[in-house]
């Protein structure tokens, strides 16, 4: 059974910084792309970040770039963002999800999506 577990959010201040965790299981996990993606309330999901644990390639949404990095510890199985310079905009339900191959910040590609964790900046 895939799973997939965030953890890591919580409530900062505008310019703090977070780091987000993902650890997944059943599934080979070197095989897969991850992505996080991220909903607030009254809006649409919306691609964050992700990665290919394939070649490493990553993706990141216009909105987080330079803030944001994505990594991959594909010993542990874990698939980390760490978001810095955080604004109140970011303030969403950050969710992983895991599809085969490649990363994409397509959410409706993928198939397997964890409980979410919430991330909350304030001003």
């Known amino acids: 059974e895939v799973q997939l577990v965030e953890s890591g959010g919580e409530l900062v201040q505008a310019g703090g910084s977070l780091r987000l965790s993902c650890v997944a299981s059943g599934f080979t996990f070197d095989n897969y792309g991850i992505g996080w993606f991220r909903q607030a309330p009254g809006k649409e999901r919306e691609g964050v970040s992700s990665i290919s644990n394939i070649d490493g390639s990553t993706y990141y949404a216009d909105s987080v770039k330079g803030r944001f990095t994505i990594s991959s510890d594909n010993a542990k199985n874990t698939v980390y963002l760490q978001m810095n310079s955080l604004k109140p905009e970011d303030t969403a339900t950050y969710y992983c999800?895991?599809?085969?191959?490649?990363?994409?910040?397509?959410?409706?590609?993928?198939?397997?999506w964890g409980q979410g964790t919430l991330v909350t900046v304030s001003s």
């Open positions: 999800a895991a599809r085969p191959w490649g990363g994409s910040l397509v959410p409706d590609i993928y198939g397997n």
